[in-house]
C-alpha cells in the first residue's frame, strides 16, 4: 500500500518524533478514508499519527498563531477581555417539549427587543435583527435546540441566514456517551462562520468560565469559540495537549497502543484503589482546620516529572509536566487575581477544570498522552503525601479527624505553622478555612461520610458539602428547609452551644412537614439523568420515558428530566410540563432525612456528654 502512495506521490519516507524519541516512518498526503485502509490492510498493526486532527488547530500551530489573543498579549495573559459586542436571546420555552419558540426576546447594547409568533415569523426576525445589529457573539438560551430549526426554515424561504456572517453552518451530530459513571447526552448543534453563538443554557464551559473561559480554552486548545464552548473540560484539556504536541513537531498517535505497558504479575498491585482517605468519626467538633492542596494531582505530574514517556525514563523531560507547568502557574496567578476583580473568576475557573481532568485523562485508555502505570504512580506518590501530610499533623498534636485524596481536616494547634511546614516539605501550595464547629455526617451503616459535613466558618458563614440542602436528588422545599436551619445553627459558635437551638430548629421542621401539602408544585421538582431509552421493569425513569414519547418529546440517554413524584408506591411520575400533583407521603420521607442530618447535630453533642460523665 505504501509504495502505491509513493508511486502516485502520495506519500515518502521520512523521520519524525514522538513522545517516546525519533521514528523512522512515511508520510501520507491524504485523509482518514487513507488511514482506515492502510489499517486494514496492515491488519491494524501499522502505527499512524496525526490522522484524526482538526484542520484548524494544524494551521494554527503550524504557522505559531493562536485564537481570541489580543496583539502583544501572551499566551497566557491575564489581561482585559475581548472587545466584542455581545447579545443576548432567549425563547419564552424550552425546546426539548415544545416545537414552537411562541416568543422571543433579545438584549443588545441597551436595548430590548420582543416579538411573538410562529417559528417562521420569529425566525425571520431574530435573522433580521441580527443582521441589523451584527453582534460578534450571540448568547442564545438553549440555541442548539432551537438553531436546527431557525436554519431549516431558513433555507425552505431561501433567505440569507445571518446568524452566520457567511451565511454557512457546520453541524454537530447528538450523541450519548458513558463518563465517570454515568450517561452523559451532547445536544447537535450548528456552528456559524464569522459568529460566535453560544448556548448559555446547555455549555459548560460557559456556565463555569463566562465568556473569558470561552475564550481561553478557545485559544488554548486551538479550536474555535463554538467549538470550546460545547466541549467538556476534559476535552479541551486533550486538545491542548494535542495543539502543544503540534507546535513542538510531536506527532499524536491515532490509536492507543500504549494505555498499559507489558509487566510482571508482581508489579501489578491487585489492591489497587486509588486515592487515599481517612474516614471521619460521625460528631460534631470544635477549633477545626481544613488544608487543601492546590491543583494537587497536577502538581505531582509537574513536581515528579510524571508522563508516559518517563515512567522507563524518569531523567528525561517529560512532555505531560512541560504542558501542564504553564496551566498550574497561570492558575495561581488568576486565583491570586480573581480575589481582586471578579473579572478573573472565569479564567480561573476554566484552568481549575482543565487541571482536574488532565489528572484523570492519564488513566483513560482512549487518551493520546496517557497510560495506566502513569495514573496508578500518580495516585500512589499523592497517597504518601497525605500520609505524610497526618504524621506531620500528628508531630504537631493537631489530630487528623478526616481526609480525602487532596484535603486534610485537623483540630486545634497552628494551622498556619502546619501550612508552612507542608508547603516546605512537598512544594505543592496549599490553602486552608477554619470551623468554629463542624459536624460530619453518618452514611446509612452508623460510619463517617466521606463527603457529607456542614459546620460554621470562623467568619460565621456556612458550609455545606453532601447534605440535603447541596444535593441535586433533594427538591427545592427540601433544600431551603435545611439550609434555614443550617443558618439558625450558624448564630452560634460553639459546639456546647448548638443544644440551645434544638427547640428552633424543632419548629422549623414541624413548619415545613405541616405546609408540604400546600407549597406550590414546582416547589417539589426533582431531577433524574436517563440513563438508557428502554427499562424492561417498571421504575420512575421508564415512567418519565413513556410520559415523554406520549407526549412527543424526544428523549435520549444522557438527557436530564425535571419531574414530581405523583405516586412513590406506584413509581409513577411526571415530567415538568405535565405536574400536578407531588405524593405528599414521599416528599415528607425527604424531609425527615433532611432534618435527620440535623439532628445528628444534637444526638452527637448529647452522645459525647453522656461519654464524659461515663468517665467521671
Known sequence: MTWELEDRDLSEEC??????????????????????????????????????????????????????????DDVFSSGPGMPLSVMEIQASVAPHRNKEMRSLSAVFGGRTWENSGSNTELSEWLIDLVSETDPDVVLFENADGWMHRICKIADELQIFNSLSRTGTFGELKSRSYFSYGRTEYKPPAMIPEGRVIIDNAQSFVYHEGGLR???????????????????????????????????????????????????????????????????????????????????????????????????ENPGIEGFLPSVIDPLLKFRLKTKSLKKIDPEYSGMDALLKWMLVTCFGYTGYKNAKFGRIELHEKITTIATEILTGVADIADSMEMPVLHGIVDCVWVQGGDIKELKRRVEERYSIPTEYESYDWICFLPQKDGSGSYTGYFGRLTDGQPKIRGAAARRKDMPPYVRRM??????????????????????????????????APSAPVEDFLLRRRIGREKYTKRCIAGTLIEACRDDGVHISAGMDIPYVVRDARRQAADPEWAMKTADMKYYRGLIDKAYGEIEFVFSSIKKKDISRQGER
Open 15 to 72: 523521520i519524525f518524533r514522538t513522545i517516546y524519541g525519533e521514528k523512522h516512518g512515511w508520510k501520507i498526503f491524504g485523509g482518514r478514508d487513507i488511514a482506515d485502509m492502510i489499517e486494514k490492510q496492515t491488519r491494524y498493526t501499522a502505527d499512524l499519527y496525526n490522522v484524526d486532527i482538526r484542520q484548524e488547530q494544524r494551521f494554527l500551530a503550524e504557522n505559531n498563531l493562536r485564537l481570541c489573543l489580543n496583539t502583544g
Open 213 to 311: 473561559g470561552v475564550f481561553l480554552a478557545s485559544r488554548l486548545a486551538g479550536v474555535s469559540p463554538n467549538l470550546a464552548s460545547r466541549f467538556t473540560p476534559g476535552t479541551i484539556v486533550s486538545k491542548y495537549e494535542e495543539f502543544e504536541a503540534l507546535r513542538r513537531g510531536i506527532a499524536i498517535p491515532y490509536r492507543k497502543r500504549d494505555a498499559e505497558m507489558l509487566r510482571p504479575s508482581n508489579e501489578i498491585r491487585i489492591d489497587y484503589r486509588g486515592g487515599l482517605i481517612f474516614q471521619p468519626e460521625p460528631s460534631v467538633y470544635g477549633n477545626v482546620h481544613q488544608l487543601d492542596f492546590t491543583s494537587f494531582y497536577p502538581s505531582i505530574i509537574v513536581n515528579y516529572n510524571l508522563s508516559p514517556e518517563t515512567m
Open 482 to 515: 435545611q439550609e434555614e436551619m443550617i443558618s439558625i445553627l450558624c448564630s452560634e459558635k460553639t459546639p456546647a452551644g448548638l443544644l440551645n437551638l434544638e427547640c428552633p430548629i424543632r419548629e422549623i421542621y414541624s413548619r415545613y412537614y405541616e405546609e
